[in-house]
């Protein structure tokens, strides 16, 4: 019987550390373009799964040990069950959806098991493949080709999961079990809406052993706003150096070659004359990192958000 769903002590199983939201773009080109459908190292789950509704936990055989008969059917995901014909919408203000007994959810906790089946392609073959869940409510388990793979609470997180151990070459079995509530459910009260599943995207990203593992940029005003500062870094893994460029439309504002230090790169600039992010005037530079065969790219806006007397 599987019980970390109401577990204080366990928020994930499995889960590689969260970081920034990253696509494995090819090249520059790709990653300015930002057309995910068109990058060979990204696949969409979205679309029609088959589903299984289950009124209670305790329905579900390898969660409680008892078997349960569940409503099957399909689903749409991005999407959450309530909306598509299993269950009831709830709405709560100042009380909790559940009786109040932290960290127990109740017996009738509903159960929504996701399933369906994906090749990989060719040249996926011998890389990590990682599944990304931009969004669960309230929790849920993932098993690929009947092993276990993890568990993850924090529905508004992205969550993933690496997969590639449990991969064949050909057609593969995806099934992710998600909880309508979990013990968590007592830290996210407040006035909405209660729905339940895999609301958000859900992707296969396809990583080489070397790969730009997460990024982030830091960028602010200076010297009463006229100048823009930049901090950027990040973790890369299996390379010795990255290509870091800024550009504003055509013109390159930073090109420069970066060394990787015990898989960290860090850079710090101080462009003169930048030009603020407002939302007036929302301002952005591409910000370009590159390793052979993997290339990363943010937006970045400088900004900068100050009480000067009394003044916000």
Request: with cysteine; proline share 7%; hydrophobic share 40%.
């Amino acid at each position: 019987m599987r019980n970390e769903f109401q577990d204080l002590s366990v928020t994930a199983l499995n889960r590689l550390p969260m970081r920034t939201t990253l696509i494995p773009w090819e090249d520059e080109a790709s990653a300015l373009a930002g057309e995910r459908a068109a990058c060979p190292w990204f696949r969409s789950l979205n679309g029609c799964w088959d589903f299984t509704w289950f009124s209670s936990w305790r329905e579900v055989e390898w969660l409680s040990g008892r078997a349960g008969t569940g409503r099957s059917g399909s689903i749409q995901v991005p999407g959450v069950w309530q909306l598509q014909g299993y269950g009831i919408p709830q709405y709560t203000n100042v009380r909790y959806p559940i009786p109040y007994d932290p960290p127990c959810v109740p017996d009738d906790t509903p159960v929504g098991v996701y399933e369906r089946d994906f090749s990989l392609p060719e040249a996926w073959l011998g890389r990590r493949t990682v599944l990304r869940l931009e969004g669960v409510s309230s929790c849920c388990y993932v098993e690929c080709n009947g092993k276990f793979i993890g568990f993850t609470k924090c529905p508004h997180l992205p969550a993933e999961f690496d997969l590639s151990d449990a991969l064949r070459p050909e057609k593969n079995h995806l099934r992710i079990t998600v909880l309508q509530w979990s013990d968590g459910t007592y830290l996210e009260d407040q006035d909405m809406w209660r729905f339940a599943g895999l609301f958000r995207d859900v992707m296969l990203l396809s990583f080489a052993e070397a790969r730009i593992a997460d990024l982030r940029a830091e960028a602010t005003l200076v010297h009463d706003y006229r100048d823009g500062s930049l901090s950027v870094s990040a973790k890369i893994l299996n390379a010795p150096e990255a290509r870091l460029r800024l550009l504003d439309g055509d013109r390159c504002l930073i090109d420069q070659v970066l060394p990787v230090r015990e898989e960290t790169l860090t850079f710090d600039a101080l462009l003169p004359g930048i030009s603020p992010w407002t939302a007036e005037t929302p301002a952005l530079y591409d910000l370009v990192l590159s390793i052979p065969g993997h290339t990363e790219h943010a937006a970045v806006g400088f900004r900068i958000i100050e009480i000067r007397d009394g003044v916000f």
